[in-house]
């Protein structure tokens, strides 16, 4: 099976404070993505990555960065931490499969709340 | 334009009785479609995927959904209700690599 792995289930974060939230995939996939959950938004790409080094802007770009130097590891930085930052974030592995659309394999999320 | 419409917010069935979560979606082309699995405070679990193979498809944990291309439909069900399937559901449609769009979710109750 797909492990996807987020390295905290919840975090606690003051304004203003750089915060690093971390995804490790064990299946050699090649892309990877951030989202964002939340009630009556439902799900919104942050950030995508088509491979090592590769990075695509997402819906709500706003705010966050992203870092993929290892094709395991895809890290999402948001530069300086914002109250409305507070949400449920939710790292996605993919593999690429020639003339298939292959399903997203999802970590169990980083409850981040910013006071 | 693509988009997925989850018919209901809010479904509640009674343990032992079947489960319909309905599912339609807008698309230009041939869609792959998936539905989810969100248990509270977790990530989403991939159910079931249609990718062009049989209509019918069956998922794990029991549920199964229909591609039903003139209805552009992909309704899920199960023929029994169990208490631990009590969650939010979300229905998937992807069109490439990175265009994935998520229905708003079913929250389905289990009454005991």
């Known amino acids: 099976d797909v492990k996807v792995t987020q390295s905290s289930r919840y975090l606690v974060k003051r304004t203003g404070e750089k915060v690093f939230l971390e995804c490790v995939q064990d299946m050699d996939h090649e892309n990877m993505f951030w989202y964002r959950q939340d009630p009556g938004l439902g799900l919104r790409l942050i950030y995508f990555?088509?491979?090592?080094?590769?990075?695509e802007k997402g819906d709500i770009p706003e705010g966050y960065s992203v870092s993929r130097e290892k094709k395991e590891r895809f890290s999402l930085i948001l530069e300086s931490a914002s109250t409305n930052q507070t949400s449920m974030y939710l790292c996605a592995s993919r593999p690429v499969v020639p003339g298939r659309n292959s399903p997203l394999h999802f970590g169990n999320g980083t409850r981040l709340t910013v006071t | 334009a693509q988009s997925v419409t989850q018919l209901d917010s809010h479904v509640s069935v009674s343990e032992g009785t079947p489960v319909l979560l309905r599912c339609n979606y807008s698309?230009?082309?041939?869609?792959?479609l998936f539905w989810y699995v969100q248990h509270p405070n977790k990530g989403l679990q991939l159910l079931l995927k249609?990718?062009?193979?049989?209509?019918l498809v069956k998922g794990i944990n029991g549920f199964e959904a229909e591609f039903k291309k003139s209805e552009t439909s992909f309704h899920l069900t199960k023929p029994s209700a169990h208490m631990s399937d009590a969650a939010e559901y979300f229905c998937v449609v992807t069109l490439g690599p990175n265009q994935f769009y998520f229905g708003t979710g079913t929250s389905l109750t289990v009454i005991p």
């Open positions: 698309s230009s082309y041939s869609p792959s």
């Open positions: 990555s088509y491979d090592v080094k590769m990075k």
């Open positions: 249609y990718t062009s193979a049989a209509t």
